[in-house]
């Protein structure tokens, strides 16, 4: 168990250590070494603001909206979410200036687009600097299928029977575009806008793909971007989230409404479009760097670690053979699919408490007690409910005319190892040949 979380963790400021698949063309260490030297704004995945007041071991102070001021008075209690920080309060990093505490982009950003959401301040007096170690989700499968394997007796009959038949089904109907994935990330290229075009096609019927699509784009703008505004951020030592959620936006419809990235499928003319919409000069190379760039992440984060990647194949393999060579694969398909049973309100405490708890038991055992998104050092960072060694303060928060924030009226509460429920409006998804899908997990437990 421990050993999953810490593969899932990313510490920026030291090399790259995860074991990985053997044939691939470039290590995590080559991909780190070009990332950091190679774009323009490279040097912030070591030295960014977040990662340095980690390492002071000073007081932080973050920012967090929230729509239920009330509740938390009332109750006395500060619930976290799950999402890409497991079971934390989310929130943005604060920076302490003579003019009061100015808002990390991320979170001037939130601030802008969620009016109606109350503003809070949190300071949060850590016991010891603090490990920049952060959480990537997309390493998460071999957590999310552990999970299931444990828990899956308190479905009823029918929910593993659809998720017996839809899994395989998946399988069956993305692995050509898997294999491919694979033999790009072996060093066999193909052409990019080819790739890409698959690869939008597969999200249809792989979810998990729009994630690994999405934050290999929000990468690549981050990263490479040099306009004023994103200069701006990396002078203040912060990487430019306008840019995805601009790109986010302007791909899928209603994505300000519930931020789905099953939904995120832009074929290559499309996706060409919307990033010479955000910044001209990214668009000619922005389809090779997601066939080379996802080609890899996917080959990292979907097989186990044992596996030789020029010798697996997807097609004509069966979920049970697939369980021990992609177990990364299967706990991301088995987590969404999940997500989308009818019963998933009365399931979610079950299935992410799980998660968060082990997650809470791991950051406290390491010193951690703010994590952070560790897919990049981005600015999304949140509180650890549990760690017993810190103390956190609470705070509404007024604005100035600047944006700057100013604690107002301190806030009452405790935080709960509870999670804020979830909630997203139920969507028919269609089984690709379902009728011809194999039982085949029904004998994992």
């Given at each position: 168990?421990?050993?999953?979380?810490?593969?899932?963790?990313t510490d920026y400021t030291k090399p790259a250590h995860r074991r990985m698949p053997a044939s691939l063309a470039e290590s995590e260490s080559d991909w780190r070494r070009h990332l950091e030297t190679s774009t323009p704004n490279g040097w912030l995945i070591r030295n960014n603001a977040m990662t340095e007041a980690l390492h002071s071991g000073k007081p932080m102070y973050l920012l967090h909206t929230t729509r239920n001021l009330d509740a938390i008075r009332t109750s006395?209690?500060?619930?976290?979410?799950?999402?890409?920080?497991?079971?934390?309060?989310?929130?943005?990093?604060?920076?302490?200036?003579?003019?009061?505490?100015?808002?990390?982009?991320?979170?001037?950003?939130?601030?802008?687009?969620?009016?109606?959401?109350?503003?809070?301040?949190?300071?949060?007096?850590?016991?010891?600097?603090?490990?920049?170690?952060?959480?990537?989700?997309?390493?998460?499968?071999?957590?999310?299928?552990?999970?299931?394997?444990?828990?899956?007796?308190?479905?009823?009959?029918?929910?593993?029977?659809?998720?017996?038949?839809?899994?395989?089904?998946?399988?069956?109907?993305?692995?050509?575009?898997?294999?491919?994935?694979?033999?790009?990330?072996?060093?066999?290229?193909?052409?990019?806008?080819?790739?890409?075009?698959?690869?939008?096609?597969?999200?249809?019927?792989?979810?998990?793909?729009?994630?690994?699509?999405?934050?290999?784009?929000?990468?690549?703008?981050?990263?490479?971007?040099?306009?004023?505004?994103?200069?701006?951020?990396?002078?203040?030592?912060?990487?430019?989230?306008?840019?995805?959620?601009?790109?986010?936006?302007?791909?899928?419809?209603?994505?300000?409404?519930?931020?789905?990235?099953?939904?995120?499928?832009?074929?290559?003319?499309?996706?060409?479009?919307?990033?010479?919409?955000?910044?001209?000069?990214?668009?000619?190379?922005?389809?090779?760097?997601?066939?080379?760039?996802?080609?890899?992440?996917?080959?990292?984060?979907?097989?186990?670690?044992?596996?030789?990647?020029?010798?697996?194949?997807?097609?004509?393999?069966?979920?049970?053979?697939?369980?021990?060579?992609?177990?990364?694969?299967?706990?991301?398909?088995?987590?969404?699919?999940?997500?989308?049973?009818?019963?998933?309100?009365?399931?979610?405490?079950?299935?992410?408490?799980?998660?968060?708890?082990?997650?809470?038991?791991?950051?406290?055992?390491?010193?951690?007690?703010?994590?952070?998104?560790?897919?990049?050092?981005?600015?999304?960072?949140?509180?650890?409910?549990?760690?017993?060694?810190?103390?956190?303060?609470?705070?509404?928060?007024?604005?100035?005319?600047?944006?700057?924030?100013?604690?107002?009226?301190?806030?009452?509460?405790?935080?709960?190892?509870?999670?804020?429920?979830?909630?997203?409006?139920?969507?028919?998804?269609?089984?690709?040949?379902?009728?011809?899908?194999?039982?085949?997990?029904?004998?994992?437990?």
């Amino acid at each position: 168990m421990r050993d999953e979380w810490e593969h899932a963790h990313t510490d920026y400021t030291k090399p790259a250590h995860r074991r990985m698949p053997a044939s691939l063309a470039e290590s995590e260490s080559d991909w780190r070494r070009h990332l950091e030297t190679s774009t323009p704004n490279g040097w912030l995945i070591r030295n960014n603001a977040m990662t340095e007041a980690l390492h002071s071991g000073k007081p932080m102070y973050l920012l967090h909206t929230t729509r239920n001021l009330d509740a938390i008075r009332t109750s006395g209690e500060l619930h976290v979410s799950t999402g890409c920080l497991v079971g934390a309060l989310y929130c943005s990093p604060l920076t302490s200036q003579r003019e009061g505490l100015r808002p990390h982009n991320l979170g001037a950003y939130l601030l802008r687009t969620k009016p109606s959401h109350t503003p809070m301040i949190l300071e949060v007096t850590p016991d010891a600097p603090i490990p920049a170690k952060g959480v990537d989700y997309l390493h998460l499968g071999p957590v999310h299928l552990r999970t299931y394997q444990r828990y899956r007796s308190f479905l009823t009959p029918a929910e593993t029977d659809q998720l017996d038949r839809a899994v395989p089904a998946r399988l069956r109907a993305a692995a050509r575009f898997l294999d491919l994935a694979l033999r790009n990330a072996t060093g066999r290229a193909t052409p990019a806008p080819a790739f890409v075009d698959r690869l939008a096609a597969a999200v249809h019927h792989m979810p998990f793909l729009g994630y690994l699509y999405f934050e290999v784009l929000s990468e690549y703008l981050m990263l490479h971007s040099t306009t004023a505004e994103t200069k701006t951020c990396a002078h203040a030592g912060e990487l430019n989230n306008r840019l995805y959620k601009r790109l986010a936006f302007a791909a899928v419809d209603g994505m300000d409404q519930l931020f789905d990235l099953a939904r995120f499928h832009p074929r290559h003319h499309r996706l060409v479009e919307l990033v010479g919409g955000i910044e001209p000069e990214l668009a000619p190379g922005v389809a090779e760097y997601v066939r080379r760039r996802l080609s890899h992440l996917f080959a990292l984060t979907a097989l186990d670690a044992s596996q030789d990647a020029a010798a697996v194949t997807f097609q004509g393999a069966s979920a049970g053979l697939l369980l021990k060579t992609a177990p990364g694969l299967i706990g991301q398909m088995i987590f969404r699919e999940i997500r989308y049973l009818p019963r998933y309100p009365q399931l979610y405490h079950l299935f992410e408490k799980a998660k968060a708890l082990e997650a809470w038991e791991y950051w406290t055992s390491e010193g951690i007690p703010t994590p952070f998104n560790g897919v990049l050092p981005k600015g999304e960072i949140g509180i650890n409910p549990v760690y017993p060694r810190s103390t956190v303060r609470a705070w509404t928060a007024d604005l100035d005319s600047k944006g700057y924030a100013h604690p107002a009226g301190e806030v009452t509460a405790a935080f709960a190892p509870h999670l804020a429920t979830w909630w997203a409006p139920p969507r028919q998804r269609q089984l690709p040949n379902a009728a011809r899908a194999e039982p085949a997990l029904k004998a994992v437990s």
